[in-house]
């Protein structure tokens, strides 16, 4: 198993993207403290996956949380090698019509409790010599209409995650972003309203398709995590089908 005795923390892991990071996680057999808002989906998830799976809901945008959760995995499972941000809440509009509530609803889940949960996990990570996986968005890096805040929120998030790279990397830190384009709940929920819009959406990539957050996104997530990854840092891997070819 290419997790074994590892502990991770993976906020937003209830559902989506997150319980498939978790799931795959657990199934490489790591140890993993998940943190959500939705406390029926975490339970049921516990439930799920038992004792390798601890559930904690928590409110990323109350900063004193995040060295709440930082202890609550080391409490649980006595150490910390894997910090997975996750969890991101926003609303869309023109830019114009972007007001300060919705600003504050994408840095407030999006950014400034990434920022935190990397400050508190630091030193277990320094111990461990650890890994950090954040989550970027090709609407930061294509500027998509209608989603400004989301958009500097996820670009916010790869300055940081590039500084963190830098830094940390003398404490045997690694620092990576995944950006990808997955089918989850949100999406299925656009669809359903917009059936219109789900061959534009397969459209965007040259694969045609929308990724698994199971088959496409987890893996990769696991990839970064194991041993294999130790010699890559500050990078954005698209996991998107193709649909932006950084350069």
Do not use: C
Not at 66 to 91: F, K, T
Request: charged share 20%.
């Amino acid at each position: 198993m290419r997790l074994e005795g590892k502990v991770a923390i993976v906020t937003g892991g209830a559902k989506g993207i997150g319980r498939a990071i978790t799931t795959a996680y657990v199934g490489q057999g790591a140890r993993v403290l998940v943190v959500d808002v939705d406390e029926a989906a975490g339970a049921t998830l516990a439930a799920d996956l038992g004792e390798a799976v601890t559930f904690l809901a928590a409110d990323l945008s109350v900063e004193a949380n995040a060295s709440r959760i930082v202890e609550a995995a080391v409490a649980a499972y006595g150490r910390l090698d894997v910090l997975v941000n996750n969890a991101h809440a926003s609303r869309q509009a023109p830019l114009l019509e972007t007001t300060p509530e919705m600003w504050e609803l994408s840095l407030g889940t999006g950014f400034w409790p990434v920022f935190w949960l990397m400050r508190e996990a630091h030193p277990h990570l320094k111990e461990s010599r650890g890994t950090i996986i954040n989550f970027a968005s090709g609407a930061g890096l294509r500027g998509n209409p209608t989603q400004g805040a989301y958009a500097a929120a996820k670009e916010a998030v790869r300055g940081i995650s590039r500084v963190a790279a830098n830094e940390w990397a003398r404490d045997g830190i690694n620092v990576n972003l995944i950006s990808p384009l997955a089918r989850t709940e949100g999406v299925d929920a656009f669809i359903a309203a917009h059936p219109e819009q789900e061959e534009a959406l397969n459209n965007t990539n040259p694969m045609r398709r929308l990724g698994d957050p199971y088959d496409d996104i987890a893996p990769v997530a696991v990839f970064l995590a194991s041993g294999d990854a130790d010699y890559m840092t500050g990078q954005t891997l698209m996991v998107d089908g193709g649909a932006i070819m950084l350069r």
